[in-house]
């Protein structure tokens, strides 16, 4: 476990490098990243470089012990990269190409812009081959895949549909191009989605088509830098940092040949009434990419703001309490963004751990209470988290989703994290998996919206299922076949025969609530609703009003050794939770009763044990009694109960 901050020399006067490493190394900080936004620093006119900033600044942590992430500068291309070829800049959708005034906007497909990657890549692999302090490479930063529309891409996406298509008249079958006179007649008809319209207004399967090749190009992109940097640094870990964006790239995908996952975290600092806010969510997700340990490069430090008003600040308690919460579901390093708040550029609002003032204040001092109690805590590393359940993710269905809106207020991360939210409530760890991963292991596996058909996935939760694994299928699932087509089928089709019922009608309901009655209790859900016509299964719950008022909302069937639940509506939190129970008690799992709200539990073990680390995710305090024992938590603190032997 290690903390770090991200550091940016090149925005400070050189009399305070020295100073700011000093107070870093005194601090505890292991690990500093530097260099993503600097390329116009490393090389101002093109063919002339100059490293020896950078230099000085590795020198200056070296001498402390300190070791480096280094990042490929990529993100930004200097001014006169753009200037003598404007081709490598993005085309947006209205057929215009970018300015090149703030960040990013560059075409991961642009021949000049891989040319002059190279370039950069290949200097600093020659300039810091040797350099002995570095942790670990960044390549670029937060790179997503927005719609570039350029000719280059639309050149590259034509290639694309003729290596998966074969010919014209499959593209013309797999798009249902008869509607709308859509037939491509010719290879050059085809088209990035340029004019404007809402996205919403185009062909869903062409768009989706759309949506994959430009992640596949960010993919491709970056695998196009980790064999560049491979080629110099053949022992040094290799990764790239996400985060949750309108325009993300297929994480499953991304994080693929790259040595470890690494996400940017930004809890929020003012806790929302309702709605699932928790971290935790995110922290899971990131953990399942690889199925194994991550990085956060960038952690929350303080208010933020620039190009949105500013928020409340960090309250007292979160700054230490969301990096242990990481630390907890399985990040290996945490640091944080940043060092210093910038006091020039377009985030001089965005606020580190220490103010403009550069006085370190009531952050710093938890930032540095963080950095002692992490290195009490280095037995996490030998502990590993353990989870019996499992919930399904999907890139396909978010894009499906994005493309066409399907009823007001639903989204497709959303029934995920109502379920991360209700195991998590009884205390439960849950992985978040691709939905093409090997489900062995689980007992439970909540697969919500399985909406584009991934024929992979319909056979392994039919097969987990068979085996006698418990399967809980939610609304909107079977929904599409593999090109994004509605079926001529009932649904939940790929499903119907594990869910043991079908979709009679259903309704879109957007942000009403529907009531539903179960086990003599009412509950609620939203924005959807199932009408469900039974087969073989059970009803467990009927809505409770509206013209489908007693007919079955929520369902449970036998299906060869297992259990398959489906909910026809999505569920507020009380009814995911009562499912949740269900399967729990179901698969006798072990699970905590009465964990006040907001209180999350991870468990972990190692050969020494297991310890359960209780975090409270609020700005309340709270008391408690747990594992025999009364628990006291401040706003934000963690603690960990623990060392009990494994039985
Ligand atoms: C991240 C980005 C950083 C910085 C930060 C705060 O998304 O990687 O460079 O912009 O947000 O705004």
Redesign the pocket.
């Known amino acids: 476990m290690k903390i770090g901050v991200?550091y940016y020399p090149e925005h400070w006067d050189e009399a305070l490098w020295e100073q700011d490493a000093d107070l870093m190394k005194r601090s505890g900080v292991e690990l500093v990243r530097m260099a993503?936004?600097a390329w116009s620093v490393m090389e101002p006119q093109e063919g002339e470089y100059d490293f020896s900033w950078l230099d000085k600044a590795l020198a200056l942590f070296q001498e402390r012990e300190i070791q480096v992430i280094l990042c490929t500068p990529t993100n930004c291309p200097p001014l006169w990269l753009y200037e003598k070829y404007p081709e490598a800049l993005q085309v947006g959708r209205d057929g215009k190409r970018m300015k090149p005034a703030v960040r990013g906007h560059r075409c991961y497909n642009s021949p000049v812009y891989r040319r002059y990657t190279e370039k950069i890549v290949r200097k600093m692999g020659e300039h810091y081959r040797n350099a002995t302090n570095v942790a670990a490479w960044q390549i670029d930063?937060?790179v997503d895949s927005p719609y570039c529309c350029c000719e280059v891409c639309a050149g590259k996406f034509r290639e694309w549909l003729k290596e998966k298509y074969g010919s014209l008249e499959a593209v013309n079958k797999a798009y249902h191009n008869e509607v709308w006179s859509g037939s491509y007649s010719g290879w050059q008809q085809i088209y990035p989605p340029l004019g404007g319209w809402p996205i919403t207004q185009y062909n869903p399967a062409y768009m989706l088509d759309y949506q994959r090749f430009m992640s596949e190009s960010t993919v491709e992109y970056v695998q196009f830098q980790l064999r560049l940097l491979r080629e110099y640094f053949p022992r040094i870990p290799i990764t790239t940092?996400t985060?949750f964006s309108g325009s993300m790239t297929d994480f499953y995908d991304l994080f693929e040949e790259l040595d470890f996952c690494s996400y940017?975290n930004?809890p929020t600092t003012v806790l929302p009434e309702e709605g699932y806010y928790s971290h935790a969510f995110h922290l899971d997700l990131i953990r399942g990419v690889k199925r194994k340990k991550f990085w956060i490069?960038?952690q929350l430090s303080g208010a933020?703001g620039?190009?949105m008003k500013m928020g409340p600040t960090v309250r007292p308690g979160m700054l230490k309490g969301y990096a242990l919460q990481a630390f907890a579901h399985g990040a290996e390093a945490v640091l944080h963004?940043?060092f210093r708040t910038a006091v020039g550029g377009a985030?001089m609002f965005?606020h580190g751990l220490i103010d403009h003032s550069n006085v370190p204040g009531r952050r710093y001092a938890e930032f540095e209470d963080l950095c002692r109690t992490v290195q009490g805590l280095s037995y996490i590393d030998k502990t590993r988290i353990n989870a019996k359940v499992a919930l399904l993710c999907g890139f396909d269905s978010e894009y499906a989703f994005k493309l066409q809106l399907q009823t007001e207020g639903i989204y497709y991360f959303e029934q995920m994290q109502a379920f991360h939210n209700a195991f998590s409530h009884y205390g439960v760890n849950v992985d978040i998996i691709s939905q093409e991963e090997e489900l062995e292991g689980y007992r439970i596996v909540v697969a919500p919206t399985m909406y584009v058909r991934s024929q992979k996935a319909v056979e392994q939760l039919h097969r987990f299922a068979r085996e006698g694994g418990i399967v809980l299928l939610t609304a909107r699932s079977g929904v599409k076949d593999e090109n994004n087509n509605c079926i001529m089928q009932p649904l939940p089709r790929d499903y119907r025969d594990m869910t043991g019922c079908w979709v009679e009608e259903y309704d879109a309901i957007g942000n009403r609530k529907i009531m539903v009655e179960m086990d003599g209790e009412n509950y609620q859900g939203t924005h959807w609703c199932d009408i469900l016509h039974l087969e073989s299964a059970e009803a467990l719950g009927v809505y409770g009003e509206d013209f489908y008022a007693g007919k079955p909302a929520a369902t449970r069937n036998a299906y060869g050794k297992g259990t398959v639940y489906y909910i026809g509506t999505v569920g507020l939190p009380a009814l995911c939770r009562k499912l949740a129970e269900q399967t729990l008690q179901l698969a006798e799992l072990p699970y905590y009763k009465d964990i006040p709200e907001r209180v999350e539990i991870t468990v972990r073990e190692g050969e020494e044990g297991c310890f359960i680390f209780v975090f409270n995710n609020d700005d309340a305090e709270k008391d408690f009694l747990f594992e025999g024992g009364r628990i006291k938590l401040k706003p934000f603190e963690m603690k960990v109960v623990g060392g009990k032997q494994n039985e």
Request: proline content about 0%.
């Open positions: 991200d993503e936004f930063n937060e940092n985060y940017d930004y490069m960038e933020t620039c190009w963004f940043r985030e965005w």
